[in-house]
């Protein structure tokens, strides 16, 4: 039951946004230069479908700079959270500035990192990794910190040392809270790197969405939105899937 509501929410919303959409745009209250029609976009992507790779080829290269930034932020993020976690004195010595530096607008270093590591791929990644970085070291090491000692003790006297001690109790405790800040990197990776490409690249959904923005094509805009929304949502359900599975088989 629940279910079917949140699917009709999601069809009204959607249903209600193509109505404001249509309206704007037949009665004239928006320019066509500033606000595109729904059949001007629709014929848009039409002209670029005729040709995939138009479209899988910026996808590939947005999707391969994300996975790599995001695998880059789940292994840093993940040892520091265990490392600084574990120890009380680290943890009210390092979470804090940690943290302090998680709410500063990040984006800003783009440009160091454009200048140091170039235009293309790298420092995409880079921007990507450190927006990613944040909420899993963060969640990481809070989860960590929060660990049952009673468990840890009775892993001990079980033989439970080192590696073993942190598979068989830490990763099942921190689990959930690591799992969800996953998803929201995935994410802050994804929206981060598309703005980067759109800022200065040369490939990807970004720098498409540049392009057309640049040649005032705005049909063509409006059609790479459109599947930019498509791809996001598409990649937070994949990895929804992958990380329900994953936890499962943790719990076990």
């Known amino acids: 039951m629940i279910t079917l509501r949140r699917g009709a929410t999601y069809v009204g919303v959607i249903a209600f946004v193509l109505l404001v959409w249509v309206a704007l745009t037949s009665f004239g209250s928006i320019k066509p230069f500033l606000l595109a029609s729904p059949g001007a976009v629709l014929d848009s992507l039409a002209q670029l479908a005729t040709t995939p790779g138009k479209i899988l080829q910026p996808i590939g290269v947005t999707l391969a700079e994300t996975g790599t930034a995001f695998a880059i932020a789940t292994v840093a993020g993940v040892v520091l959270g265990v490392v600084v976690g574990s120890s009380k004195l680290l943890v009210a010595a390092y979470e804090p500035m940690v943290t302090t530096l998680s709410a500063l607008p990040l984006i800003i270093l783009y440009p ?77 990776s994804l929206v981060t790197i598309i703005a980067a490409e759109f800022i200065s690249g040369a490939a990807g959904v970004g720098y498409q969405l540049a392009a057309a923005s640049q040649g005032l094509d705005t049909p063509a805009l409006f059609g790479w939105v459109l599947i930019v929304i498509v791809l996001t949502i598409v990649v937070n359900i994949l990895f929804a899937l992958l990380t329900t599975a994953l936890r499962r088989g943790i719990e076990r």
């Open 112 to 188: 160091v990192l454009a200048a140091t590591l170039g235009v293309g791929s790298p420092s995409k990644v880079a921007i990507g990794a450190l927006y990613g970085f944040f909420p899993i070291a963060i969640s990481t090491m809070r989860a960590v910190a929060r660990v049952d000692p009673t468990l840890m003790t009775a892993s001990r006297t079980m033989g439970g040392r080192g590696l073993g001690l942190v598979g068989s109790v830490v990763i099942p405790a921190v689990s959930p809270a690591v799992i969800a800040a996953m998803r929201v990197a995935m994410s802050l």
